[in-house]
């Protein structure tokens, strides 16, 4: 048994560079390698004297590698800490959604140029000078518009609004 043992010291590095090469993380590469020389050490009436020490430690690595596989393949998913941490806790975008939704909706009841003139200044964020400048229209029409398109909002938000979710201001 000591022979054996003595032996099996002098493969270590090699199982090393096959269970590196099986799993790629070097954690799961030593514990493949803890693994092998485990079974190796408790079932070493199994191996035949006459045989390649090198070869019968590969098989054994190579056999619980594909158990290993195996079971993880059948067992359910688990996460990694850390990913599983930062997904906890997220809060729901139902209402987010709803409102978008609506807004959506709303915006599809605006005139054509109303809803041009609402976009590139609310969303884009765009002075009215240059909105005029965009749609090629005087200042004050981009005024004008931008104000029917609150109120025809603030409308729509009030009567067609089904949930109320959010307010023009």
């Not at 560079?17 to 009436?45: F, I, M, N, P, T």
Request: a positive charge.
């Amino acid at each position: 048994m000591s022979e054996l043992r003595a032996r099996l010291q002098e493969h270590i590095p090699a199982l090393r560079r096959y269970a590196r090469a099986l799993g790629g993380d070097a954690a799961q590469a030593d514990d493949l390698v803890q693994d092998c020389l485990e079974r190796a050490v408790s079932r070493a009436h199994q191996w035949r004297q006459s045989g390649s020490l090198r070869g019968w430690l590969f098989t054994i690595m190579h056999n619980i590698n594909a158990n290993q596989r195996r079971s993880a393949a059948r067992a359910p998913g688990w996460d990694p800490i850390e990913r599983a941490e930062s997904s906890v806790g997220r809060p729901g975008n139902q209402i987010d959604r709803l409102m978008l939704q609506e807004v959506v909706t709303a915006l599809g009841g605006l005139s054509l140029e109303q809803r041009q003139v609402l976009l590139l200044v609310a969303l884009e964020g765009l002075r009215y000078e240059e909105v005029a400048q965009v749609l090629g229209v005087p200042v004050g029409t981009v005024m004008s518009r931008l104000s029917r398109a609150r109120d025809r909002l603030r409308d729509l938000s009030q009567s067609g609004g089904k949930r109320g979710l959010w307010r023009v201001k």
